[in-house]
Nanobody
């Protein structure tokens, strides 16, 4: 089981940028596919982006495509989410998740505690 701790959230104006980090514990981080999800107040948690263990395959929700970039550094046991051109509708709590083997959205679990992103208009 991998433990996840997110950081990097904050308050930013529309059009601004933030970089989220997710630090994983455990020696087998490189064996996990990783993803970012988010949940806004009163809404269901939704998929944002995912990346395979190798870093060679990524996938994004349509709502963030072209603005967000997911990446990972297996040597640092960390996955990142670079968020550019932020919009007020990106306001949510962002969660990192891991999947060992699977890459379907429903395969991801082992949630962190999340980090809050607030985008002001």
């Amino acid at each position: 089981q991998v433990q996840l701790v997110e950081s990097g959230g904050g308050l930013v104006q529309a059009g601004g940028s933030l970089r989220l980090s997710c630090a994983a514990s455990g020696r087998t981080f490189s064996g996990y596919n990783m993803a970012w999800f988010r949940q806004a107040p009163g809404k269901e948690r939704e998929f944002v982006a995912r990346i395979k263990w190798s870093g060679l395959n990524t996938d994004y929700a349509d709502s963030v495509k072209g603005r967000f970039t997911i990446s990972r550094d297996n040597a640092k046991n960390t996955v990142y989410l670079q968020m550019n051109s932020l919009k007020p509708e990106d306001t949510a709590r962002y969660y990192c998740a891991a999947a060992q083997g699977g890459f379907r959205i429903e395969d991801f679990g082992s949630w962190g505690q999340g980090t809050q992103v607030t985008v002001s208009s």
